[in-house]
């Protein structure tokens, strides 16, 4: 059963551009998530993560929104870098428990 | 670099056998964390360790087990592997406990062939 979803296995976005990226979760108690970012032969890099005492975090280019009563996160990444052209994993969790992670989606910025 | 070490890189080994997948983890972090990442498939927890005591347990099989030791060093133990059992497998540490953002080795990839 997964409890955290990422729909789209992939996006394709012009450079400078937004990109967003979507992930859905079931479990209303998770109050803690993340986002992951995934070059091929690397392990996966912290991006931004938010609690869920909040609805918005801003690290420079990357904003991560969440909507608790649809219980979905977003990462917005602005403006888009040929860089950005990775795999990105979002993970939700419950204080005190194991984090779940989504399948991935993989974001092409397209100089 | 994330300061996570992961080896073997690659290990292919057959049906039946045993593996040791090997972690060190960020220095002064203490917790590890392992993960299993199948073709297509998002990264599925196994287990946490906390300055060598187990703390959570994922959908880990009971042909899997791991520990992690007085130096802070972890390692999945892997047993009467299936070809299913092919995968990256993950490790990642932290320093906190809980709610907090993880540092990912590199991975090591079994083939079980």
């Known amino acids: 059963d997964q409890q955290v979803k990422q729909n789209s296995p992939s996006l394709s976005v012009q450079e400078g551009r937004i990109s967003i990226l979507n992930c859905d979760y079931t479990?209303?108690?998770?109050?803690?998530f993340l986002w992951y970012k995934k070059y091929p032969a690397e392990g996966p890099t912290f991006l931004i993560s938010?609690?869920?005492?909040?609805d918005k975090n801003e690290d420079g280019r990357f904003t991560v929104f969440l909507n608790k009563s649809a219980k979905h996160l977003s990462l917005h990444i602005v403006p888009s870098q040929p860089g950005d052209s990775a795999v990105y994993f979002c993970?939700?969790?419950?204080?005190?428990?194991?984090?779940?992670f989504g399948t991935g989606t993989s974001l092409t910025v397209i100089p | 670099d994330s300061g996570v070490t992961q080896t073997p890189k690659h290990l292919i080994t057959a049906t039946g056998q045993r593996v040791t997948l090997r972690c060190s983890p960020r220095s002064g972090d203490l917790s590890v964390y392992w993960y299993q990442q199948s073709l297509d498939q998002g990264l599925q927890f196994l287990i946490q360790?906390?300055?060598?005591?187990?703390?959570a347990k994922g959908n880990i099989l009971e042909r899997f087990s791991a520990q992690q030791f007085p130096d802070l060093h972890s390692e999945l133990n892997l047993s009467s592997l299936e070809l299913g059992d092919s995968a990256l497998y993950f490790c990642?540490?932290?320093?906190?406990?809980?709610?907090?953002?993880?540092?990912f080795g590199q991975g090591t990839r079994l083939t079980v062939v």
């Open positions: 993970a939700a969790g419950r204080t005190g428990n194991q984090f779940y």
């Open positions: 938010i609690s869920s005492i909040k």
């Open positions: 360790y906390y300055n060598g005591e187990e703390r």
């Open positions: 990642a540490s932290a320093f906190r406990e809980m709610n907090t953002e993880a540092f």
């Open positions: 479990n209303s108690m998770f109050d803690y």
